[in-house]
């Protein structure tokens, strides 16, 4: 076995650095090798932004978004529109929403899709907090933002169903073939998906 190269430190941070997605421990020593060349300009406010977001971040009690007050940036705009609820996975999901800029509504966060073979069931979710939501009465829309993946079309319908009592419309996103996507690329169920909600032309 090789002799480590560097301190404790230094291997921690690699180590650390290497458990965020898409960083593999390669990738993780160049990183941690920039941020010691750039310290003052770049290790530091780093290490200053992630002292104060473990701090201060807190988890959005009305939509599970996540944010330094609670309720989120989001669910204390009055401009928002409080009859459409976008329903997405995770919060990645939300900031890709957010960052079209489209829709001005508020979201619900999940915390997931259901999944039976990883042990991911209803109460697992936020879906208990999602019906109570709209017992409030000012939603008339439920938009199901959900991944195209059989989880979470099993997830879409599962809460379709569950929506149906309360009266409300529940709208899906529309799957297909994406702008600019070239017909041999794509996989069969996105192709079978695109011909059953083909439009006029």
Not at 37 to 52: F, G, N, Q, S, T
Not at 96 to 119: F, I, Q, T
Request: proline share 5%.
């Amino acid at each position: 076995m090789a002799d480590r190269v560097a301190g404790p430190e230094i291997e921690r941070l690699v180590q650390l650095l290497a458990r965020l997605p898409g960083l593999g421990p390669r990738s993780a020593r160049r990183a941690t090798l920039h941020l010691i060349r750039k310290r003052e300009e770049l290790l530091a406010p780093l290490a200053d932004a992630m002292l104060a977001a473990r701090e201060r971040i807190l988890i959005c009690s009305t939509c599970g978004n996540i944010d330094t007050s609670d309720p989120c940036t989001i669910c204390r705009d009055p401009r928002r529109d409080a009859s459409i609820l976008v329903v997405v996975e995770t919060v990645a999901d939300l900031w890709a929403l957010e960052r079209a800029g489209l829709l001005n509504a508020r979201y619900h966060v999940l915390g997931g899709v259901l999944s039976p073979l990883d042990g991911v069931g209803p109460d697992d979710l936020t879906i208990a907090a999602l019906i109570e939501r709209l017992r409030a009465g000012a939603v008339g829309e439920v938009v199901l933002a959900v991944n195209a993946t059989v989880d979470g079309q099993t997830t879409a319908h599962y809460i379709a169903d569950l929506l149906q009592p309360h009266g409300v419309k529940v709208t899906r996103l529309a799957h297909g073939v994406p702008v600019g996507g070239e017909l041999d690329y794509l996989d069969e169920g996105t192709l079978a998906a695109a011909l059953e909600r083909r439009s006029s032309f």
